[in-house]
């Protein structure tokens, strides 16, 4: 009996010591390296955050709302035009840098990638000049502004590719220099050609240009690319498997451009200018500031997540500690978004005050939005592209039929809900569809506990909202405070077993 004792603890001690260096080499080592990569990317994505919140107050100031509703539309055309003829060649080369590497095959590898945008910018170019009336017909923008438009995606093309290698050499310092930079000076530049220049709206794409052209250079320094960059006979397989993986992403990504950016030309059609700069203002106050900030964990995590993938280790057990930290950080924001719209829209001219209606829909947006890049991931690991596009597709197809309804119906804050209930579905379809051992496990323990903490965090709310003279933005801080205190004591008194993800 005492034999039969002493080897089921032996037992039990061998399988928990299994249990253990698993957690250790599947999510405590490689959240560890996350979270350096984490800590040097931040400044990058805090200063963008930044800029993105400066860029309101001095845009809305500088700009009526029609200019600002070009500025808008403008915008909108140029990531249309992106998605479809350069974005996709980054994300590609992200995805197959690690592969190409282990096989000593980079010159190869570059020499097809920028073989790929090259054609692709002339391409763009081409279908641009022969379809360019249609463009102006359904963009509704003068052709200079178009055309200006077309040019300027060729330093954002080569900016997109370069940033996706650095991404893919691991090499968060010099993104987040160049990020920062690149934010800095596009800001300096539009500002002074509005003054001096008077150009309205398309002050700042010029700023945009020179900003970009500038970033550009330093990051063909940063990643040495011409180092390892020398034109080399094409391997045919690797292109079309680029191609392959590549091609359903571009579409993916229209799909997403129309659930995220439709409602600004479907308002400009219904309503004008002036009310897709409402949508403008709107989508200002929350897409680049809080997408921006939620970045910081996938930017710094999905490299490493291929790297393990690739090395052939289970890749669940990490994804979903990502997600738990993720929720952490970002529910709080959603949900004080909501409950102080009118106070955030204090930033923008008082002219564009009704955007506060948008707020609450577009915050919980980018909630669903960012989430879905965990679940999706596993598309993109299994080179399953085609079924992340599928279901973007179907999403925007719903989000086109939903702004144009609901807008019709209800005017700017149409354009919100059906903005949030597109990325909502676009997630729950993203949990229909699991690729074998890359489902998405639910953090359910760190949802409870910031439930929890959530507790003490409104109590606070109604007090400091109610029974206070405080000013909001103090009183959004000193929640964020409470809510940080009362998640670390719920996290202690509802302590879990450490090697449980």
Known sequence: MI??????????EFCMSEHVNKYITEVALPMREIFKDMAKYTPSKLCGLLGNTVLVPVYTNLLSREEYGVYTVSVAVLSFLCVIFSDWIGLSGLRFFREHQLHHQISKYLSILVMLLGVNIFLLFLV????????????K????????????TIPVAIRALLFQILRAQIKPSAFTISTIVNQITT?????????????????????MAIS???IDILLIYQSNILKHFKLEPISVSTLLSIIKYGIPIAIASTSLWVI?????????HLKGLSESAIIGVGYSLTFPILMTFFAIFTIASFPRIINMYEDKMDVRPIISKITGYYFLVSLPLILLSSLYAKDITMLANAKFQEAYVLIPYLAASCFFLSLAEYTTMQYMLSKKTYINTIIKVIAGLIGVALNYVLIVKMGVVGSGIATLATNALYFVFSLMIVMPGLEWRVPYRRIEQILISFIPMMIFFYIFKFRTNIHPWIQMTLLLLIYSFAFAIIRRIKKDDKYVV
Do not use: C
């Not at 995220?260 to 400009?268: A, D, G």
């Open 3 to 12: 034999q039969k004792d002493l080897y089921t603890n032996i037992v039990s």
């Open 128 to 139: 641009a000049f022969i379809f360019r009336h249609n463009f102006y017909e359904f963009f």
């Open 141 to 152: 923008i003068p052709p200079a502004l178009f055309m200006g438009i077309v040019f300027l």
């Open 187 to 207: 800001i300096i530049f539009s500002v002074l050609i509005i003054k001096y220049l008077h150009l309205g709206g398309a002050s700042i794409l010029w700023g």
């Open 212 to 214: 970009i052209s500038l």
């Open 260 to 268: 995220t950016q439709s409602n600004k030309l479907i308002i400009q």
